[in-house]
């Protein structure tokens, strides 16, 4: 076992089967005969025993052998959690100016609650009520034709009260910079690795952490093309998972979804910023991303692997791309890829995107 190179002081105190162990680790104590002792010290209980130059020590504290490679150097208690949230705002706040009626219209058939379900239950408890008291038959097909036209009046009003239409027209300029947005967002999404950051922070505790002092908790998302429900409309729109929210990114301005409740943020409001992060990463290395150098699940102090530790495996180094996305109404969501050139391009496209689209919005 690899150890410490450095200067001690070491003293023995000894009354008749009982000695007194002083050393810089702390104080120990031993009793028994020659060839033969039990003691103890600031590493635990053992046993010593051997004549001749044949020994045998054991720990008799669960730990093994005091001189084996079975032990394993005491760690510090962790600190505690140094993470702290990346989250968006109240989607309340995100209101952009050219959006008040949008918004107001979203909100409506986001927060409409649908009648065709409570018509199909009702249709259903009639006809098992019918059923249990034998009514005649004709009675019977009377009630479901009845329930079936109630259903399907419920569900068309669903639809027609329940939907928002947007209707995009693009002209040329529009148009390429809304195809560009798709094209950098599908490069984006098909990197083999892609997270949202749901929480980052700095640590002193470099030793438990592969001698790193920045920290992250990211979950796996798999982006997209899609629509936020009770919309329709004539273009697909690319789609990033952000904890509990949806980001939209439609030709005039990024919807964001939290639940029921919608919010709005133009492009123009929007900074995305990239940066290259050189992560340990401790699970499978995604085939597409660039390893940039290795370090230790324990290290020393010289960034070196800590040869205390028998378990102490290599941690390849992994460039990653950072990509942060916040506005001054409140956005702030941050994803990291396995191609960070994917992230900067995307962020380009951000930045160009269509501004003033001719839309024709809402109805319902």
Known sequence: MGGILGFYIRKGFNFGPLRLNLSRSGLGAS?????????SGPRGAYVHAGRGGLYYRQSLSGRGSLGGDSQRPALPPPLADPLQP???GDVGQMVNASA?????ELNRVEGRTQLAPFAGLLLAAIGALEFYQRVPVWA???TLIVGVALVIYARHRDVTRGTAVLQYSLD???EARFNALKSAFAQFAACQGLWHIEASGQTDDWKRNAGAT???RRTAIRPGLGLPRRVATNVEVPVLVGGRQRLYFFPDQILVYDGSRVGAVAYAEVRATVLLDAFAETQQVPTDAKVVGSTWRYVNKKGGPDRRFNDNREIPLVQYGNLQLESDSGLREHFECSRPETAQA???A????PLAPEVRRPTS
């Open 31 to 39: 009793i028994g005969v020659k060839g033969f002792r039990f003691g």
């Open 86 to 88: 990346v989250d968006s």
């Open 100 to 104: 008040v009626e949008l918004l107001a």
């Open 140 to 142: 019977g097909a009377l």
């Open 172 to 174: 040329g300029d529009a």
């Open 214 to 216: 920045g920290l992250l």
């Open 346 to 348: 995307l962020a380009q």
């Open 350 to 353: 951000l930045a160009t995107a």
